[in-house]
């Protein structure tokens, strides 16, 4: 197929719900593609989208409704590619745009739906704009669709303000010329003036690019920076947090939402339910229902719920609260338990603290207990895909993967790890190449065995190989989970709590009963029902819902 064809399929391939108020991604499962670490096609030893393509039956086989897939474009690869230099072209490292258009053919023709990435609060340094704006000099057009400003200290040698990066260390760096600019990530990523209408214009040009292929909508990338209080202030980062409004003059201001406002109408003009997706951290969480009004997003990922851990009454308020924030909005809820950002759920709920939420795990900190925190994981999988709403699934998730928790220093990747001097140990753990064969080097990663980060050992017992048709295995258990929850419209559905004890959640949806044993005994279960999948192969005993365990009944 070229790419010309390609163009001409901008229409959705799906039908478009005229009579029901419902639409497809509100009860959507969404599965998140991490290209450098799905599978490799050339031997590189770093994933591309002819490896997706070679996997869509997997993710088909999975019940699985669309896929987004992490940034695969023209970058420096700073930092794993969400430093766009090029936001039209494929990056060589990913394959062509001859690539991507014969992945969207064939998942569409699967009935799998496909979301990029977008990231529109930076640009590479990398990118024309940038270059041109650092060789035009202060005061310059080039250089108004940027931050620039003046430093401070008597020949302004100090930053403009006291903004910290992301990533760590200060969020300015001076060019030779002496002004400053503005990067809330790494210092080759600087932070695009969204109050510059070029930048408007030219993100509404990207978009129609992607939309024109035939993609259905947009994860968005730092959703809530693009907009920055207007005079720069301090931050005063001590300051207790008092609830009105966000983590700072860099988060979450008001007027961002005119710009997701003017994006929904260009989605609305290609019809077929293109979606947009905020990656939005906000609090309190009251704020993230601004971003799913009627005319903005569709979705924004709870991110809030994600944190909480393995705590039943945290999960039971987050969860109530978070259906009535975007009930409140005519929105549904978007759940989501692990990205390419944090660490696995598998890791995190198996630390002595399942409550905490590290940046990073190391081979210097305590190790979790991996039987406990898989275990514990698939309850959590019982518990999310039983919720009404839109649920996403990280790549690998589905195999129980853990973080590679004891990767070596010198094996580090992620700029997180180096701008904070090693405090972070930042999101490589979590990025680790998937194990899809494990009689083969690189666990059948790819043909040659090289994968960009080293695979733990244990990645070969999890192999796709290995859990395929196996009764019991973590594969299948998503598998059937995924199929039931969409045989029986879970989605869709409503919840209504059972009372339960403080370390017990017991919910219905849709004639399904749940129950997640988070306390340290047996609980006996309601009477009169029938078992219709238990979290693993140990969930009931003789009647009873084991400890870290859940399961679904009718
Ligand atoms: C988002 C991405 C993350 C990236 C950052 C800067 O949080 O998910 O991976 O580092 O934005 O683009």
Known sequence: MNSQSAVLSSESPFLESTESPRSWWNDAVIYQIYPR????????????????????????????????????YVS?????????????????????LEDFDVMLAAAHARGLRVIV??????TSSAHDWFVAALAAGAGSSARARYMFRDGTGESGENPPNNWQSIFGGPAWTRTTDGEWYLHMFDSSQPDLNWRNPDVLDEFDSILRFWLDRGVDGFRVDVAHGLIKHEDLPDHDFGAPFEGTGNFGPMWDQDDVHDIYQRWNRVLAEYGGERIMVAEAWVSPPERLGRYVRADEMQQAFNFEFMTVGWDAMGLRRSIDAARAITGEVGATTT????????????????????????????????????????????????????????????????????????LREEDRMDPGFYRSGGLDVGRDGCR???????????????????????????????????????EGSTLEFYRAALLLR??????????????SRPSVLHFSNSGVRVVVNFGHGPIPLPHGLDLILPSGPGAVVAGELQPNHAVWLV
Do not use: C
């Not at 969409?486 to 059972?498: I, Q, S, Y």
């Open 76 to 96: 420096p690869q700073a930092d794993a590619g969400y430093d766009v230099a090029d936001y039209r072209q494929v990056d060589p490292l990913f394959g062509t």
């Open 37 to 72: 670490s799905f599978a490799d096609s050339n031997g590189d030893g770093v994933g591309d989208l002819a490896g997706v393509t070679a996997r869509l039956d997997y993710l088909a086989k999975l019940s699985i409704d669309a896929i987004w897939l992490s940034p695969f």
């Open 335 to 406: 759940w989501v338990m692990s990205n390419h950002d944090v660490v696995r759920h598998v890791s995190r709920l198996g630390l002595p603290d399942p409550t905490s939420w590290p940046k990073g795990i190391s081979a210097s900190d305590p190790q979790p207990d991996y039987t406990l925190g898989l275990s514990r994981a698939r309850a959590m999988t019982l518990l999310v895909l039983a919720l009404p709403g839109s649920a996403y699934v990280f790549e690998g998730e589905e195999l129980g993967l853990p973080d590679h928790t004891t």
């Open 117 to 122: 990435d977008v990231v529109p609060n930076h």
């Open 432 to 470: 680790i190449p998937l194990p899809w064969d494990s009689s083969e080097p690189g666990f059948g990663f790819g043909p040659a065995g090289a994968t960009w980060l080293p695979q733990p050992p244990s990645f070969g017992e999890l192999a796709v190989d290995r859990q395929d048709g196996v």
């Open 486 to 499: 969409r045989e029986r419209t879970l989605g869709f559905g409503d919840l209504n709590w059972h009372v």
